[in-house]
């Protein structure tokens, strides 16, 4: 009797587009690079929602109201019911309800078929209630996975996880075909201008006000020096307080009398307007406020497209700018960005040696070559699983 191998079953859970967030684009980029891979059929996801109703389309196989207790105990008896192979958790405590999430515990402890857990935050000082979430979770998963190489001591101490259990891999970044700097420049009405560039959704987190106030004295040298600023509010932050945060911004860049040297895009991006305004970039930017930040995808993009970056020195950003590949500035400080940013446009040469050496990592950080990695943990749990069932038998 032929042998014949059937393709795996993925299931992912967290949030999906079109909603806005950050996790629903790392979660379609992921998928839509499996597709391609052997092994697998068209991977699916449940999708949790908040308040908002959203127009999926037909591989979102099932939704869970994210602070309906019992639509989670429901959707585990849906999955231990169905062909799924392996779960997928993208975990960030702000999607899931309950206090920090909690209500993915009974979740979890209702499953019966393996998961991995790809924690998108790693917090180095959690509450009781997180630390208890973040165990947990890693307790009953077959693998965490981790997108810092800085958070596997924190997982492996603060958490009490086996370091066997977890993995390190990199923020995965999409390839997408894009015309030359000059080009892009010429085609967004920004020929013979120095592009300095931020994108993301709006926030005060940001540290956005710090860069506007250094462009006051990079602008003395450099006239043609242009930031901007690419990206909506983030949407909680608008249903919160409005557009408070961006109208400080733009009031702040009328008071340094800087409408010339910084501009908004107040949109949300699709994937090849976030390429191109990277590739147009002579420098990226980003000023973040929270020093623990472990994970930035904002920051990944920026790395995976070679661009020279002066950040803040951030968790994240210290390690991916290591060696070389940036400048870190110090936290609320305008005059240390300043001096980060003149340092650059003052030398073309030490631009392009960090451009490569960032670019070199960044090649590796492509979603068709993160996909795999994945794809490869994906196959060897479910034969694990496959395999000791059978030993159970």
Known sequence: MKNTVRNHNIVFLGTSLPRECGIATFTQDLLDELIHLPGFNP?????????????????????????????????????????TDLLVIQHEFGIYGGESGEYLLPFVERLNIPYVVVFHTVLTKPSPKQHQIIQCLAERSVQVVTMAESTLTDLSTIYEIP?????????????????????????????????????????????????????????KRHPEALYIVWGKTHPVVKQESGEVYRQKLTDLVEMFDLQDNVQFVDKLLTQEEVIESLVMSDIYVTPYLGKDQAVSGTLAYGVGYGRVIVSTPYRYAQEMLAEGRGLLADFHDSASLEACILRLLNSPALVQTMEDRTLKLGLTMRWNEIAKIYAALFHSHIQSSASADRSVV
């Open 43 to 83: 991977p699916r996801i449940i999708a949790i929602n908040n308040n908002e109703t959203y127009a999926y389309d037909q591989q979102v196989i099932r939704q869970i109201d994210q602070h309906n207790y019992a639509d989670y105990i429901d959707t585990a008896d849906f999955l231990n019911n169905s062909d």
């Open 163 to 219: 370091v066997s259990k977890i993995t390190f891999i990199h923020h995965g970044v999409p390839q997408v075909s894009t015309a030359s700097r000059s080009s892009l420049k010429a085609q967004y009405g920004y020929p013979d201008r120095k592009i300095l560039s931020t994108f993301g959704f709006l926030s005060p987190g940001k540290g956005i006000e710090y860069s506007i106030e250094a462009m006051r004295g990079v602008v």
